[in-house]
């Protein structure tokens, strides 16, 4: 036993990894560190230049949505064939990006993945605030958005009720469904650290504002139980949530008999790309947030390689699906799914789905590259190409689908005017906003789940069970 | 109970401990003498500690179990009433009662009744929001959220004594002991 001799010992895969979070940390600095952004952190020039040009954008967003509401859809670029423009366009892009949020707080805690902790709180809020930018768009181009409200079922003096055999309605409660749990699940797992933040804050007034979110929690050993399974049932209630709400959404398309939106490839391939977009949004954030916000004992790389490890793996579903796509144009023989495929490649809009291809399939495979994935610089670029790209398919699939279909003396071509690029520029300024703010007021990684994640977290129960 | 104590309710008897390991010892062993009436708090939750204060069970997934089933029939009733009863249209040639299509609706609503009622049951059975108690009127346990663990044993408890139960408490080693005004 007691012998000199140097055994060489194997280091397990496990720990060659970067850790999920550095070394050094205690109970007290982690909640120190990551309230002292929002507490004791002076408000930088930076952060007021940054607010000011997004809050701009929020503005012309407002504008934007004022002139539309007094003047109609008829300032946007939409026409008979293309009837669904940028407003859908941008509803798929947005919904989907929040797709990452719950698929990080949801799905990797079911999986027990603990590298989720320290990324869940702020994919959570991305989120939100993607799913309220997203929720924009179909309130918006109804036309009437005063009487937005007849989606809802409700009793009425009319006597009408909803159609519960369209897709559009599905998606009403797919969609205000999804953005309610992602809220009530962000705001349970803020509640914990709402308390530290009420036990650390100096000033009267902002321990009462924490005070009253944490609604008196104190962490008692009976509220941890059960707490412990509201967060686990939530988890396994947004799981399926999170998958049925693309799914949904594609069914606005694959119900329909357009060629290129009528096929069963839609939902897992949706999907499948709401995550990628999702991580892309993810990824474009964390890196620079860690950056200011010296974060890096929080999101270490190993974060930041597994984001862009899902890249990969969901980008090769996204591009399983563009084969199938081509593979069904070619092989079921059907005139219009074949134009269509030769549309896509040689058509007006052929650059556009060039650079679809490139940014979603061929761009991101650098990921299999451990240099490009541990690269912060790489990652970041290579996450907005995705995003670019993601913007793009819902643009070929929505555009290029309608703007020839089965009648040539019914095709067209699709001019987004500058009212639609204000909204969706806008939208992303709205989105920059409410992150802004959200770093500044409430703890952006989870106090309590990193506090999980150190060693001295550990217990081992004693032998005998007390009945 | 004496009559001063009556002027000046006490509320229990909490110690504080360094780390998790040490508060879940301790109220192994704080169950196992016999006190029953006692609570634990952290930062975190601490595996086993519910446990180890003989809290077992609870009916957070009961309560979700029901909202859902409640979501899910009143979604698809809803549906039914709507296309069958009030409001038949014929929507290309499909029957009112067109059941696949009524699916989404139905599991959407049993998510959100289900996931709102984790959300609110959980709180309501922990007796949220509860802007006073009494467990704030010691200053240690500012840090209950911070890096300390503490364990209560409520003067309810039918073993409770001011002094041989500070002398227990004294028995498991913690940081300190303060008394908790009620």
């Known amino acids: ?467 | 109970m004496s009559a001063t104590s009556l002027e000046n309710p006490i509320y229990g008897l909490m110690a504080e401990f360094d780390t998790p390991q040490e508060l879940l010892t301790a109220a192994e062993k704080t169950h196992g003498a016999g006190y029953k009436q006692i609570d634990a708090f952290s930062p975190f939750p601490v595996e086993g500690l519910a446990d180890a204060i003989g809290f077992h069970k609870n009916s957070v997934s009961l309560v979700v179990l029901i909202f859902g089933i409640i979501g899910g029939l009143s979604g698809y009733l809803l549906q039914y009433y709507v296309s069958v009863i009030s409001y038949p249209t014929n929507i290309g040639g499909r029957p009112y009662h067109s059941w696949p299509s009524f699916i989404i609706v139905t599991f959407e609503l049993t998510i959100l009744l289900g996931g709102i009622s984790a959300a609110v049951g959980m709180l309501a059975l922990n007796g949220l929001p509860m802007p006073y108690h009494p467990v704030f009127n010691v200053p240690e346990f500012a840090r209950a959220s911070d890096d300390k663990f503490f364990l209560v044993v409520f003067s309810t408890d039918p073993n409770y004594d001011a002094a041989r139960t500070r002398e227990f408490l004294r028995g498991l080693a913690p940081r300190t002991i303060s008394e908790v005004p009620a």
């Open chain 1, 1 to 467: 036993m007691a012998t000199n001799t140097q055994i060489p010992v194997e280091v397990p895969i496990e720990d060659q990894r970067a850790p999920v979070i550095e070394p050094g940390h205690t109970f007290s600095t982690i909640g120190e560190k990551v309230s002292n952004i929002v507490m004791k952190r002076p408000v930088s020039l930076g952060w007021v230049f940054g607010f000011l040009v997004m809050f701009s954008l929020t503005n012309m967003l407002l504008m934007a949505m004022g002139y539309l509401f007094l003047k109609g859809t008829g300032i946007w670029g939409i026409t008979i064939p293309i009837g669904w423009g940028f407003a859908i366009i941008n509803f798929v892009w947005w919904i989907g990006i929040g797709h990452a949020g719950t698929l990080i707080s949801a799905i990797l805690a079911l999986l027990r993945q603990s590298w989720r902790n320290s990324i869940n709180r702020f994919a959570e809020a991305m989120t939100l605030f993607a799913v309220a930018c997203a929720g924009i768009f179909p309130l918006i181009h109804t036309g009437r958005p005063w009487l937005a409200y007849w989606m809802f079922p409700y009793p009425n003096s009319m006597n009408y009720w909803p159609q519960f055999r369209s897709p559009l309605i599905w998606d009403v409660f797919a969609v205000s469904t999804y953005g309610t749990i992602s809220l009530v699940f962000w705001f349970v797992g803020l509640i914990p650290d709402l308390a530290t933040m009420r036990d650390r804050a100096e000033k009267p007034a902002i321990r009462r504002i924490f005070g009253m979110l944490a609604m008196g929690w104190r962490g008692s050993a009976r509220h941890w139980h059960r707490y412990e399974t509201a967060y686990l049932l939530l988890a396994g209630l947004a799981t399926p949530l999170v998958l049925s709400v693309h799914t949904v959404v594609s069914f606005d398309f694959a119900v329909s008999i357009v060629p290129g939106w009528h096929t069963t490839i839609f939902p897992p391939y949706f999907v499948a790309g709401a995550i990628y977009s999702g991580f892309a949004m993810v990824l474009c954030l964390a890196i620079p947030i860690r950056a200011v916000y010296s974060m890096e004992d929080f999101i270490t790389m190993r974060h930041l390689e597994n984001s862009g490890k899902v890249m990969l793996a969901t980008g090769l579903i996204v591009a399983y699906g563009y084969g199938i796509e081509a593979f069904m144009g070619w092989y079921s023989g059907n005139t219009f799914d074949s134009f269509l495929l030769w549309n896509r490649l040689h058509g007006p809009y052929a650059p556009w789905y060039w650079s679809l291809l490139a940014s979603n399939i061929f761009i991101p495979q650098l990921l299999w590259l451990k240099k490009f994935r541990t690269s912060t610089f790489w990652l970041w670029v290579i996450s907005l190409i995705v995003l670019v790209g993601m913007w793009l398919e819902r643009f070929i699939i929505i555009v290029v689908s309608l703007h020839r279909d089965f009648l040539n003396s019914a095709w067209g071509m699709y001019y987004p005017t500058k009212w639609d690029w204000m909204t969706y520029i806008g939208t992303i300024g709205m989105f920059l906003t409410l992150m802004w703010l959200f770093v500044r007021v409430l703890p952006m990684v989870s106090i309590a789940e990193l506090r999980t994640l150190l060693p001295e977290a550990h217990v081992h129960e004693a032998e005998e069970v007390h009945k």
